[in-house]
């Protein structure tokens, strides 16, 4: 892992008022998005899990029935985490996974995008 601060998670609200955690990467790219959340707390602890079992290496890469890849993220008891968007090789897949553990061990920055904008003067 090499961390690396140009990560970021941006916090948003689903259509339902749920809150989803994505990680964008320095080139825009999203990597992962959670699941939904009821509270924002609750999304802030899931990515913490996240990030601990990224850190510790519960990453693994699959591929589906397309031939897609993908990474997931898994919990202690085999529990997916989360799952990273598809891409067309396994090298792509690869360096995805790296960069999200390199970018949550680098403390990624949160945005928060349920704010509201600050009025300007």
């Not at 998670?9 to 080139?27: M, P, Q, Y």
């Not at 397309?66 to 997916?80: E, L, P, R, T, W």
């Not at 989360?82 to 949160?110: C, D, W």
């Amino acid at each position: 892992i090499k961390p690396s601060a140009n990560g970021k998670i941006e916090i948003v609200l689903d259509e339902n008022k749920k809150f989803i955690g994505r990680l964008r990467a320095s080139n825009g790219q999203f990597l992962f998005e959670t699941s939904p959340y009821s509270t924002k707390a609750g999304l802030l602890s899931g990515i913490a899990s996240i990030k601990s079992k990224a850190e510790a290496g519960n990453v693994n890469v699959t591929c589906d029935k397309q031939g897609s890849y993908q990474f997931k993220v898994f919990a202690d008891n085999g529990m997916v985490l989360v799952m990273g968007h598809t891409y067309p090789s396994l090298e792509n897949a690869v360096s995805a996974a790296n960069s999200m553990r390199n970018f949550l061990a680098g403390e990624a920055k949160v945005v928060d995008l349920t704010k509201p904008e600050p009025e300007k003067e």
